[in-house]
């Protein structure tokens, strides 16, 4: 049997667990305002319904205590006829009234004592009811917030490690490859123009070493910038003709490598 018991506290602690993880507080205070109301309009009838009984207990008694006076007057006015038995009749039918007035105030007093504590306890309900109001706006409102920073925790919590955060990392990696393929472009196409510059100059250089072989073959010194007398005069020596065959021949040399 103990165990039976464990294992059932167990269980229904369990279900209460899974019943409050479940509930939402909103709905919750705004069903329980709707319960308070019901239930201050059940009690707003109660109330209602005990002063109608209290009023009709109010006339019955006053019709009570009037017709005992009325009985009273009566015995008076046969005794004073000289109608003794008249007057005792009378008398018999006023003390009827007058227990029954006495029965009357008796539930009187029991109503008006009950009427005032149902109107103590409505008016203690519409404070709660009021009071419950206020408090349900500020509860909502401490529950969307700490809702929407639930949300937000979460999400930022998902940004760290979802599929948009890593297609951002992707792209930035593949931007990142993109540019340094780019550099390595505008490096390779810079230094292509730097060895035709260096091509260029190789070239000179062969030219120079080709005027120096000229004017080394010719026995004369390097060109200064002044031609010869006989050049000036437009007049070729045989020797430099055998001269610039040679130099033909070392160019046509130089092309074919």
Same mark, same amino acid.
């Given at each position: 049997?103990?165990?039976?018991? $464990?294992?059932?506290?167990?269980?229904?602690?369990?279900?209460?667990?899974?019943?409050?993880?479940?509930?939402?507080?909103?709905? !919750?205070?705004?069903?329980? !305002?709707?319960?308070?109301?019901?239930?201050?309009?059940?009690?707003?009838?109660?109330?209602?319904?005990?002063?109608?009984?209290?009023?009709?207990?109010?006339?019955?008694?006053?019709?009570?205590?009037?017709?005992?006076?009325?009985?009273?007057?009566?015995?008076?006015?046969?005794?004073?006829?000289?109608?003794?038995?008249?007057?005792?009749?009378?008398?018999?039918? $006023?003390?009827?009234?007058?227990?029954?007035?006495?029965?009357?105030?008796?539930?009187?007093?029991? *109503?008006?004592?009950?009427?005032?504590?149902?109107?103590?306890?409505?008016?203690?309900? @519409?404070?709660?009811?009021? @009071?419950?109001?206020?408090?349900?706006?500020?509860?909502?409102?401490?529950?969307?917030?700490?809702?929407?920073?639930?949300?937000?925790?979460?999400?930022?919590?998902?940004?760290?490690?979802?599929?948009?955060?890593?297609?951002?990392? $992707?792209?930035?990696?593949?931007?990142? *490859?993109? @540019?340094?393929?780019?550099?390595?472009?505008?490096?390779?196409?810079? #230094?292509?123009?730097?060895?035709?510059?260096?091509?260029?100059?190789?070239?000179?250089?062969?030219?120079? @070493?080709?005027?120096?072989?000229?004017?080394? !073959?010719?026995?004369?010194?390097?060109?200064?910038?002044?031609?010869?007398? #006989?050049?000036?005069?437009?007049?070729?020596?045989?020797?430099?003709?055998?001269?610039?065959?040679?130099?033909?021949?070392?160019?046509?040399?130089?092309?074919?490598?």
């Amino acid at each position: 049997m103990g165990l039976f018991d $464990r294992v059932s506290r167990v269980v229904r602690s369990n279900l209460n667990a899974a019943v409050s993880a479940a509930e939402d507080p909103e709905k !919750i205070l705004e069903q329980t !305002i709707i319960d308070m109301q019901e239930d201050l309009v059940q009690m707003r009838q109660a109330v209602a319904s005990a002063i109608a009984s209290q009023k009709r207990v109010q006339q019955q008694h006053d019709r009570a205590q009037s017709e005992s006076n009325t009985w009273q007057q009566r015995a008076q006015l046969a005794i004073q006829k000289g109608d003794e038995s008249l007057a005792r009749e009378a008398l018999v039918r $006023r003390k009827t009234q007058v227990e029954t007035a006495t029965a009357l105030k008796s539930q009187l007093d029991q *109503q008006s004592t009950q009427v005032d504590q149902l109107k103590r306890s409505l008016i203690g309900l @519409e404070s709660k009811i009021s @009071e419950a109001k206020t408090k349900k706006d500020m509860l909502k409102a401490r529950a969307s917030a700490a809702k929407a920073n639930e949300q937000l925790h979460s999400t930022m919590g998902r940004m760290g490690t979802s599929s948009a955060m890593g297609a951002f990392e $992707r792209m930035e990696e593949k931007i990142l *490859q993109m @540019e340094a393929q780019s550099q390595a472009a505008y490096e390779l196409g810079g #230094a292509d123009l730097e060895s035709q510059f260096a091509a260029l100059e190789s070239g000179s250089d062969v030219d120079d @070493e080709l005027a120096a072989m000229k004017a080394q !073959i010719s026995g004369t010194p390097e060109p200064t910038g002044q031609l010869p007398a #006989a050049e000036a005069s437009g007049e070729a020596a045989p020797q430099d003709a055998a001269v610039d065959a040679e130099l033909e021949a070392l160019k046509t040399q130089l092309d074919q490598l």
